[in-house]
Structure formats: structure tokens, C-alpha cells
């Protein structure tokens, strides 16, 4: 069986990092599968998913990396066509990712102790956000 749903959110910007786990724990309750998968996607190109320990050092460690491995000063093709000032959160997002599978079992992500789901929103300004949830599993 498939059940597919979605979360719709408002970021910061400038690689905002939200926890997603429970609301994709809430939507796995809801979808009353038992046991498979679900993949957590990201409709934007300039949002990754990925999973982290949501502690506030690491997050401080995991924005500086972005900027270190691709600052936003440096020069973008992207902004030169466009003029949106966002290449950089391009580029980020195209190298975290968009998508992510978990496994669940007995209605329960299998999560590691220190696992959480997160979105990071490497824009450089607020935006409206849509995440789509895709379980594939039995009941």
C-alpha cells in the first residue's frame, strides 16, 4: 500500500535547520501501515533532508561547514543570469540532497538514539516550503 502526504512549513533562510521528525512520525501513525518505508522529499532547489543530532553545537558546526565548503560570497554563474543573490544555496542543497528514505516498523521510525529528520533551508530569505511524504508498506 501507498500513502502519500506533505508538510507545509515557513523557513528563515540562510541555512534554517528544522526538526521534521514528528511530524513524520505523525503522518506515519496516520497512515495506519505497519511496517516499510517512507521517503521524505523536498519540492525546492535550494532545501536539503537530511538526518543530524539536533544539538545546538553540531548545528552551529553543520552551518559553518556550508559556508566554509561554499560560501555565500563567492561568485555564482547563477546570480549572474538570475539575480536572485542565491546561487550558493543552490549549489548547498544540489550536494545535500532533496530526498531521504527511512525505515519503519511496528508503526515506529527506525531512527537511531540521536537521529533526528531535518530540513535545511540554505535560501537567503523566508520562504514557504512543501515536503512530501511517500509510505510504501503494509498494514
Not at 93 to 118: D, H, K, N, Y
Request: charged content about 20%; aromatic content about 6%; proline content about 2%.
Amino acid at each position: 500500500m501507498i500513502v502519500t502526504g506533505n508538510i507545509c512549513l515557513q523557513t528563515k533562510g540562510n541555512c534554517d535547520i528544522i526538526d521534521i521528525t514528528d511530524e513524520v512520525s505523525r503522518a506515519l501513525t496516520e497512515s495506519k501501515l505497519n511496517a516499510g518505508t517512507v521517503t521524505v522529499f523536498v519540492t525546492h532547489s535550494t532545501v536539503g533532508i537530511t538526518t543530524i543530532e539536533n544539538e545546538t553545537g553540531l548545528i552551529h558546526d553543520f552551518t559553518g561547514l556550508w559556508e566554509r565548503l561554499i560560501p555565500e560570497s563567492a561568485r555564482y554563474q547563477h546570480d549572474a543570469g538570475i539575480g536572485e543573490g542565491n546561487g550558493h544555496s543552490h549549489v548547498r542543497a544540489s550536494l545535500l540532497g532533496a530526498s531521504l528514505v527511512v525505515p519503519f516498523c511496528e508503526r515506529r521510525l527506525t531512527l537511531g538514539t540521536w537521529q533526528q529528520i531535518v530540513l535545511v533551508d540554505f535560501d537567503n530569505r523566508p520562504r514557504s516550503r512543501t515536503i512530501v511524504l511517500q509510505f510504501m508498506g503494509e498494514l
